[in-house]
């Protein structure tokens, strides 16, 4: 299991791609409601797609708090297969501790919560920077 309950990130990065296809509020009122972020907290950028389609991006920087408070709230609602998959801490993060995870859009917009690696959103818990070498880290976030 990762770490106990006391997490500590210094903040987090939520991006989320939306097609032209998908609705924007929509998707958001959806992560709101079932991951309790607030719609208001993201900025909205655009890009064209290769078929010169709209892709609406979506980015949120949540703070300290925010930050623990939605891993918790994600952790608490993932499976206990997804739960045993975060468990390997060398397929989530990054040399410098930072915590990468992607869930799956379509099932938040059902109001439930998965891994996923498929068309995601994906979440980036920033780390509390130490300085410590890699493998020190990750060893501190096992027990």
Known sequence: MIRNESVNFSAAEISIIVHATEEKDKILEHFSSTLSVS???????????????????????????????????????LTDTDVALLSN??????????????????????????????????????????HEPRKSTLNRMRT
């Open 39 to 77: 719609p208001d907290s993201f900025s909205t950028g655009f890009a064209e797609g290769h078929w010169g389609n709209k892709i609406v991006l979506l980015t949120s920087i949540l703070s300290k708090n925010e930050a623990n408070s939605l891993y918790v709230k994600i952790k608490s609602c």
């Open 89 to 130: 801490l060398f397929d989530f993060y990054d040399e410098k501790g930072n915590l990468y995870i992607r869930l799956d859009k379509q099932r938040v917009c059902m109001g439930k919560v998965s891994l996923s690696d498929g068309d995601s959103i994906r979440i980036k818990f920033k780390s509390i920077l130490t």
